[in-house]
Every structure is written in structure tokens, then in C-alpha cells.
T-cell receptor, first 112, second 116 residues
Framework: GDSVTQMEGPVTLSEEAFLTINCTYT??????LFWYVQYPGEGLQLLLK?????DKGSNKGFEATYRKETTSFHLEKGSVQVSDSAVYFC???????????FGGGTRVLVKP | GAVVSQHPSWVICKSGTSVKIECRSL??????MFWYRQFPKQSLMLMAT?????????EQGVEKDKFLINHASLTLSTLTVTSAHPEDSSFYIC????????????FGEGSWLTVV
């Protein structure tokens, strides 16, 4: 079945540092890939997505590129802020509007 | 933009009682909604797929008689935790897909259930 593996946290960074969260997946077809963010005490918010190979999703300074050859969708941000402290989830969906398979989540803590 | 809303955000109930959580799509019709469960510091696990006008499809290991799902209209799905026990305490979150937006999946705010 489908699965998503992402690096375990917590990841602790200083403000303005570079952030990378690795995510790899296994899927039977050609899934869409997503990054969701969960701020403390809140639900999930879609951060970015990519629907086909070589697509790059970007939002709020975050980027991730759909790499079919390495089955990866690593999340990056060049300069993090304290407000980026949250849990980040990588996810895939095999079909449009279908259920999501989530990775384990990576907690990121940005210190001033 | 499209919004999915859950109610209540927080609920505390006594063991043995039932509690209902609502998931509404506010700006659009959702023929399919999904219910997830998240234990503290863990990932989200899909519980069931809620289909408007038909029975929900449950994931393996999820007790359908305990977690009753009703999707009576195109904008509302409900999850009822029956005869709740402390181990049912968790964060429950729903999602819905907006057709025509690239089928973007939107999540509700989630509902914290504590069974005492």
C-alpha cells in the first residue's frame, strides 16, 4: 500500500536558518503530493502541493519539488521565522479528492 | 475561500456516553468527506470515508458500530463516538474536497475529545 516517510523531529533551528524536511513516498500510481502544517492547537492547513513529476509547489517561502526518480518531496525554506514553529506533515493522494496518506509529522521549533 | 468547519472544537464527556462531532463544508457541496484521528504527537490516521446518501467506508481496524458516520446532506457529515471510553480521547479532524479547484482537500479545525 501507499506510505509516506518523513524525517523525525523535533527539528530545532535559530531564526533565519535554512530548513529542510525530507519526505519520501511509495505509491502504486502517480500520486499528488502535499505538505500540510499544523500550528499549536489548530487543525491542518495546506501549505503547498504538486500534482505531477517535476512540479514545484511553493507558498510562504516554502518550496518542495516532486521528484519521481527519487520518490521524494522534500520541504525547504531559506530563512525560517519563529512563526514557522509547527508540525509539518507530508502526504500523498492517489486520486483527485481522495483520501490522504500522511507521514508521521515533523515538529519544527524555531528559536529567536 | 472554501472553508470546512467542525463543531465542537473541544468536548469533554463521561465514560459510557456518546458524543457527536459535526463537519460542515461552508461554501461548497462535498459528496465525500473524510474523518481522521490523531493521537498526541502522532500522525493522522484515516478512520473512514463519508459518502453523501450512502454508508461510510471504514478503514481496517475501525469499529463502525462505535464510530457512527452520517452524511445526510452535501454539506454535513457527523461522527458519533458511541459509548465513549478514555482510550477514545483524541483529536478528530475531517476533510472535504472542493471539486473544480484541482480537488484541493480542505481540513476542518479539528475537535478535541476527552473522555473522563
Amino acid at each position: 500500500g501507499d506510505s509516506v516517510t518523513q524525517m523525525e523531529g523535533p527539528v530545532t533551528l535559530s531564526e533565519e536558518a535554512f530548513l529542510t524536511i525530507n519526505c519520501t513516498y511509495t505509491a502504486t500510481g502517480y500520486p499528488s503530493l502535499f505538505w500540510y502544517v499544523q500550528y499549536p492547537g489548530e487543525g491542518l492547513q495546506l501549505l503547498l502541493k504538486a500534482t505531477k513529476a517535476d512540479d514545484k509547489g511553493s507558498n510562504k517561502g516554502f518550496e518542495a519539488t516532486y521528484r519521481k526518480e527519487t520518490t521524494s518531496f522534500h520541504l525547504e525554506k531559506g530563512s525560517v521565522q519563529v512563526s514557522d514553529s509547527a508540525v509539518y506533515f507530508c502526504a500523498l493522494s492517489e486520486a483527485a479528492g481522495n483520501k490522504l496518506t500522511f507521514g508521521g509529522g515533523t515538529r519544527v521549533l524555531v528559536k529567536p | 475561500g472554501a472553508v470546512v468547519s467542525q463543531h465542537p472544537s473541544w468536548v469533554i464527556c463521561k465514560s459510557g456516553t456518546s458524543v457527536k462531532i459535526e463537519c460542515r463544508s461552508l461554501d461548497f457541496q462535498a459528496t465525500t468527506m473524510f474523518w481522521y484521528r490523531q493521537f498526541p504527537k502522532q500522525s493522522l490516521m484515516l478512520m473512514a470515508t463519508s459518502n453523501e446518501g450512502s454508508k461510510a467506508t471504514y478503514e481496517q481496524g475501525v469499529e463502525k458500530d462505535k464510530f457512527l458516520i452520517n452524511h445526510a446532506s452535501l454539506t454535513l457529515s457527523t461522527l458519533t463516538v458511541t459509548s465513549a471510553h478514555p482510550e477514545d480521547s483524541s483529536f478528530y479532524i475531517c476533510s472535504a474536497s472542493l471539486a473544480g479547484s484541482g480537488n484541493t482537500i480542505y481540513f476542518g479545525e479539528g475537535s478535541w475529545l476527552t473522555v473522563v
